[in-house]
């Protein structure tokens, strides 16, 4: 179900944070885990990783990659975690965005190292292609965005120092016993209608606009009764809607109601008549 982002500069120990609490979950929790590496998928790409973060295409494309695996594993049931450097602010956002989208919910593990550390745990790597360039960790430490509490595609936040251990009993926490955040209503399908169903509430709302208007223009004030829909009654409180107007709300009206269709048909004169009178107030 959730999505654990890691995150810090290179060579700040995300990749053994991560098998941290990998091991947690499956062995303590009993739960399903998906590990998303990003050196298993550079290395599935054939690109030295110091070519590919020097390279702003390539780059790109590993990070498109990573989340499409990502994406495809992401479930209700199942843990994903993300190891990766995940450094950029946008990114972050598009990956809390994907999880919201799945109604799951979600966290970030920083590994806060200072530079020098890191750099002195890069030169320690045993073979030479998991090493870091001096260029190119100096280049993803510049653009490194730090993660903020404050930002709701950050949050929860559990920042981990070196020699401290992942407190991971309280990410099981925000991980399971919160409610994922709603997501988007501009996300999801629209409910699939019937092409009956589109086509009365199109008609119907326009002859409420028509009778409006017409209505208008014989100088009708205070309630304007609706022919042809029985309790339709527009309460004006003395103001005139303009044809522009009407067809604004007419149109917010009819992107719900596809989203939110009625079973009763019957009623949509009535409830596009009360959205009127409510925007009216």
């Known amino acids: 179900m959730p999505l654990i982002l890691i995150t810090g500069i290179p060579s700040s120990g995300k990749s053994a944070r991560a098998l941290e609490i990998k091991s947690y979950f499956e062995d303590v929790r009993e739960k399903t885990v998906h590990l998303v590496n990003e050196n298993d998928i550079i290395t599935a790409s054939g690109t030295q990783k110091n070519v590919i973060f020097l390279d702003a295409t390539k780059e790109k494309q590993v990070r498109g990659l990573i989340k499409s695996e990502a994406q495809r594993l992401i479930s209700r049931e199942d843990i994903v975690i993300i190891d990766a450097g995940n450094y950029i602010k946008g990114y972050r956002y598009e990956l809390y965005c994907m999880s919201k989208a799945s109604k799951t919910t979600q966290c970030t593990v920083h590994c806060e190292v200072t530079v020098n550390t890191a750099w002195e745990w890069n030169n320690l790597r045993e073979k030479e292609d998991d090493c870091y360039t001096q260029e190119t960790f100096d280049a993803l430490t510049m653009r490194f965005e730090p993660p903020d509490s404050r930002n709701r595609w950050d949050s929860p936040l559990f920042t981990v120092l070196p020699g401290n251990k992942v407190p991971v009993d309280q990410v099981h926490s925000v991980l399971f016993e919160r409610k994922a955040p709603p997501p988007n209503q501009s996300t999801q ?10 086509y009365e509430i199109d008609r119907i709302t326009q002859d409420v606009v028509t009778a409006i208007l017409s ?3 014989l100088g009708l004030e205070g309630e304007v009764k ?3 829909y029985k309790d339709c009654v527009l309460l ?5 809607m303009t044809a522009a107007q009407l067809t604004r709300l007419r149109r917010q009206f009819l992107a719900y109601t596809k989203l939110h269709p009625s079973n009763d048909i019957s009623k949509t004169g009535l409830l596009f008549v009360q959205f009127l009178n409510t925007s009216l107030r």
């Open 189 to 198: 399908c629209a409910p699939l209608s019937s092409t009956n169903f589109l």
């Open 226 to 228: 609706i022919p042809g």
């Open 236 to 240: 004006t409180n003395g103001a005139n």
């Open 215 to 217: 209505a208008q223009k």
